[in-house]
């Protein structure tokens, strides 16, 4: 599998390694990066040689959220174009989160907006005790409608609400509690520990982990096409309204937005 965005690595077990590799940019996610990483979760999903999958990133951050030159052109785009837009990132996100595979999720850096949503897609994740995460929408005049079904998923919508509006960062720690990782560790510990979480996969029938992990799935909260139209519509309510457009102009002007105290 070749792409502009990713790299992709099959090991001799079948542990595949999905790595984001837009370093310089902290893996921010392009309009590219959304594409591919629809269709590496579909490829990956249907090469029975694969057994698991480890999602990463390349260089200090596992993943900064969106691409700010994405979001710019939203901006600048008709609502229809919008729509079009945030719903192949709804479908890179519901890829990944339907994989048949188990999907081990390795944090390092920063996890932010798209990051934490990635992260929530992951059946177990891990992350290096150094790690900061955010829901950041907010600040923009945004809010984190396409990403919001996973991380309500995975933290529940007590924790969720600690964090989900506010915009603001919290630590690997604080995310264990929350639910979003299942541990934090060294940074010097983080290969081991998401090995730890792969070598078990690897004497289990991968039919029937595959069955297991939709049964899972069904069992809990729903997460269908109704509810991503629904999240859809949201954020494209967002970028319509008048926040939106203060909040990118004012981030990318260098300027502080009317409503910052």
């Not at 005790?129 to 984190?144: C, F, H, S, Y």
């Not at 997460?223 to 203060?246: F, P």
Request: hydrophobic share 50%; aromatic share 4%; charged share 20%.
């Amino acid at each position: 599998m070749n792409f502009e965005t990713l790299l992709v690595d099959v090991d001799d077990r079948g542990v595949a390694t999905l790595t984001l590799n837009r370093p310089d940019k902290h893996n921010a996610m392009s309009g590219t990066m959304i594409i591919e990483l629809k269709q590496a979760a579909m490829a990956l999903g249907a090469d029975r040689a694969v057994r698991v999958v480890v999602l990463t990133g390349a260089g200090k951050s596992f993943c900064a959220g969106g691409d700010l030159g994405w979001m710019q052109a939203q901006m600048a785009a008709d609502a229809e174009t919008r729509f079009i837009e945030a719903r192949k990132l709804a479908e890179a996100l519901q890829a990944l989160n339907t994989m048949s595979k188990p999907l081990i999720g390795k944090l390092q850096g920063n996890a932010f907006g798209g990051g934490v949503g990635m992260a929530s897609v992951c059946d177990v994740a891990i992350g290096a005790d150094a790690l900061t995460m955010g829901l950041t929408e907010t600040k923009l005049g945004l809010i984190p409608a396409t990403i919001g079904p996973y991380v309500l998923s995975r933290m529940g919508e007590a924790m969720a609400r600690r964090v989900f509006m506010s915009a603001r960062l919290f630590n690997a720690q604080e995310a264990v509690t929350l639910g979003l990782l299942a541990k934090a560790v060294p940074q010097d510990a983080l290969d081991a520990a998401v090995e730890a979480e792969v070598v078990p996969y690897l004497a289990c029938a991968p039919d029937a982990v595959a069955r297991a992990k939709a049964l899972a799935r069904s069992l809990g909260p729903r997460i269908d096409e109704d509810v991503i139209d629904h999240t859809i519509r949201e954020l494209v309510a967002c970028w319509e309204g008048s926040e939106a457009q203060e909040g990118i102009s004012a981030f990318f002007n260098k300027e502080k937005p009317g409503w910052l105290r």
